[in-house]
């Protein structure tokens, strides 16, 4: 019999591991399951993800259009993720998501014969963006699912495990395209790879028991949406956080996008060469240590200092990036600038959840997808052109210089210190050393 959605939350599940450990979330084999079966998924994706700019850049020859395929792919983050966050808090998640996995299977298989018949990229664009609403429609409800596959005593672990899900896939994806091209894979023949992947989400989530939301006497429609706005903007720190996140992603991050770009720019990578891929990787490996500090070496810190020192070395490394002109500093300095990037929007993400009540997260998580996501794609339609014109080069110093702006705007303590010095308080009392993943999960729960 399948599994189906319960209003119930997830039971204790007795197992010997430390409470709070990898091994005692692994021991819920609903969260085992669904674990594996993203991991994997996840990977195919990212294979989508290193080889679709690629394609465009080989075939056009312009930054310009690689900027415009992101955007079709992740812009739909910034239009969908408010009425995605409605659906989340309101709706049966388990059936939703299985629908939206199938939704992204069919666009994903339909990549493939595009490519091998080199069709028009106008065509490549649409389904492309078809791909970009499927995952801006799961995004909000896949990230309220999580928590309830373990208990709360297990979090931590579930915590770590999901940062090495999202970071290592980030990392094997590439590598996997890597090896396969090297052994005269074809780009269609990867589309098809990720697309066959959204299979392993769909059966795991068939097996799966997802508690439905709990009924909730807040509005709906348009007042849902509206509503998380007004909680960001009755919060300062969050939305101090929310702010500075949509300028990061706007001004700082459009060289994520345009990596291909800005690997063939500044470090002489020529093309139907695996250098890209291998730089990818290293980068995501940078990331993925970076995501992990902050659940381990820095699990007892305030993430509101890291916050700051975070932003700072990121300029700093961004700012490298953008001057060496080798791809073995080019590695180097990539797997720096991955570590601070995603050390520092890991530790924002945990002081901006930290803030948010259970029922308000779906609405308000929404509006954090749609400035991660939802900004980086355009910056990327912004930005592009400049590259083609100019080189990566000032593009990329441009974002380093802002980002040091932000290390010095986003002073989540001062904020804290005003509110208090006026009398205010905060609608929730914060855990400045938690940790939450994109995905909301926390460790100080």
């Known amino acids: ?96 998501l299985i629908w939206m996995q199938l939704v992204q ?64 896939s980030r990392v094997v994806g590439p590598i996997i395209v890597a090896v396969l091209r090297s052994f005269g894979a074809s780009i269609a023949q990867i589309f098809l790879i990720n697309a066959v992947t959204y299979l392993f989400v769909v059966g795991g989530l068939l097996r799966t028991r997802i508690p439905r939301p709990a009924p909730s006497n807040q509005p709906g429609g348009l007042r849902a949406l509206s509503s998380g706005i007004r909680i960001v903007r009755d919060r300062p720190a969050v939305s101090r956080l929310l702010a500075t996140l949509f300028v990061f992603s706007l001004v700082s991050l459009p060289y994520v996008g345009l990596f291909a770009a800005v690997v063939r720019l500044n470090f002489g990578v020529k093309k139907n060469s695996t250098t890209y891929e291998w730089i990818y990787a290293t980068w995501g490996m940078g990331a993925c240590l970076g995501g992990l500090a902050i659940g381990t070496v820095f699990v007892g810190t305030d993430k509101r200092m890291l916050v700051r020192r975070g932003f700072a070395a990121f300029a700093l490394f961004l700012g490298l990036f953008a001057v060496v002109r080798t791809p073995l500093w080019a590695f180097i300095t990539g797997a720096l600038l991955g570590f601070a990037y995603f050390a520092t929007t890991t530790s924002m993400n945990t002081i901006f959840q930290s803030r948010l009540a259970d029922n308000e997260r779906g609405r308000v998580m929404a509006l954090w997808f749609m400035a991660f996501g939802g900004t980086v794609p355009v910056g990327n339609m912004l930005f592009a052109p400049v590259m083609d014109a100019i080189g990566a080069r000032w593009v990329l110093g441009f974002g380093a210089v802002c980002a040091l702006g932000l290390s010095w705007w986003c002073d989540i303590e001062r904020i804290d210190r005003r509110v208090e010095q006026q009398g205010g308080r905060h609608a929730l009392k914060p855990d400045h050393t938690a940790t939450f993943d994109e995905h909301g999960i926390s460790t100080g729960e």
Request: proline share 7%.
């Open 1 to 96: 019999m399948s599994a189906t959605s319960s209003p119930e939350r997830r039971t204790l599940v007795q197992h010997p591991h430390r409470p709070g450990s990898a091994r005692a979330a692994l021991a819920y084999p609903d969260f085992r399951r669904m674990w594996m079966a993203s991991f994997s998924s996840n990977i195919g994706t990212w294979m989508q993800n290193v080889i679709l700019p690629v394609y465009i850049l080989d075939r056009t020859d312009s930054t310009t259009l690689v900027g415009a395929m992101v955007f079709a792919q992740l812009g739909p983050l910034f239009f969908l993720s408010l009425p995605a966050g409605v659906i989340a808090d309101r709706f049966d998640r388990r059936k939703w």
């Open 105 to 168: 299977l069919a666009f994903s298989a339909a990549l493939a014969p595009l490519a091998a018949a080199n069709a028009p990229v106008w065509s490549i664009f649409l389904v492309a963006m078809g791909v970009g609403c499927g995952n801006a429609l799961n995004a909000p409800a896949w990230s309220a699912m999580l928590p309830s596959l373990v208990s709360r005593d297990d979090l931590a672990g579930a915590v770590s495990l999901n940062s090495v899900l999202i970071n290592g």
